[in-house]
T-cell receptor, first 114, second 114 residues
Framework: GENVEQHPSTLSVQEGDSAVIKCTYS??????FPWYKQELGKRPQLIID?????GEKKDQRIAVTLNKTAKHFSLHITETQPEDSAVYFC?????????????FGQGTILTVHP | NAGVTQTPKFQVLKTGQSMTLQCAQD?????MYWYRQDPGMGLRLIYY???????DKGEVPNGYNVSRLNKREFSLRLESAAPSQTSVYFC?????????????FGPGTRLTVL
């Protein structure tokens, strides 16, 4: 089955700095790579996703890049703000016989210091 | 729309007791999922239902059973709870069966087994 590794497990930055979280996956059939943000005590919520036919996607201060050859993808957050502090999860999924199941990484605790 | 709802929010069980976690969605989604979240381990898939009338095992199904009662509802049952099942349980749903669509999560159930 799919295996997703996420690094780092914790990340501490100063407000205004950039943050980068990296994930690798093992199954070449995976074609969908979402990122979820989970605030303390809350549910995970999708912040951005990318499909395998696209190399990069941006949404305001967040961007995701995908390298299918190397089987890795990354989340980039620019101009970080204290409200960006949360746990971030990457995931990988495939349709077809995988029925859209997602395999999640272990999570990154991001702390943005004012 | 309420989205994905879960009951109860909190539960404390003694070893050997049974209980059912309830999940419902009002988005007319076809696929539904049960995850457990443990510190440092991300979200792990317990069971999923790609469409009404079908269920299948995920990564960590042992000790659990599920029922897809209808298109809206997907329940998770612990027949004989064990301390290792202490966790936060999330239900999720996505629109299309067999496709990698956004998964929408419920608020979670925090379960403690003594």
């Amino acid at each position: 089955g799919e295996n997703v590794e996420q690094h780092p497990s914790t990340l501490s930055v100063q407000e205004g700095d950039s943050a980068v979280i990296k994930c690798t996956y093992s199954d070449s059939a995976s074609n969908y790579f979402p990122w979820y943000k989970q605030e303390l005590g809350k549910r995970p919520q999708l912040i951005i996703d990318i499909r395998s036919n696209v190399g990069e996607k941006k949404d305001q201060r967040i961007a995701v890049t995908l390298n299918k050859t190397a089987k890795h993808f990354s989340l980039h957050i620019t101009e970080t703000q204290p409200e960006d502090s949360a746990v971030y999860f990457c995931a990988a999924g495939a349709g077809g016989t995988s029925y859209g199941k997602l395999t999640f990484g272990q999570g990154t605790i991001l702390t943005v210091h004012p | 729309n309420a989205g994905v709802t879960q009951t109860p929010k909190f539960q404390v069980l003694k070893t050997g007791q049974s209980m059912t976690l309830q999940c419902a969605q009002d988005m007319n989604h076809n696929s539904m999922y049960w995850y457990r979240q443990d510190p440092g381990m991300g979200l792990r898939l317990i069971y999923y239902s790609a469409s009404e009338g079908t269920t299948d095992k995920g990564e960590v199904p042992n000790g659990y059973n599920v029922s897809r009662l209808n298109k809206r509802e997907f329940s998770l049952r612990l027949e004989s709870a064990a301390p290792s099942q202490t966790s936060v349980y999330f239900c999720a749903s996505s629109e299309r069966a067999g496709h990698t669509d956004t998964q929408y999560f419920g608020p979670g159930t925090r379960l403690t087994v003594l």
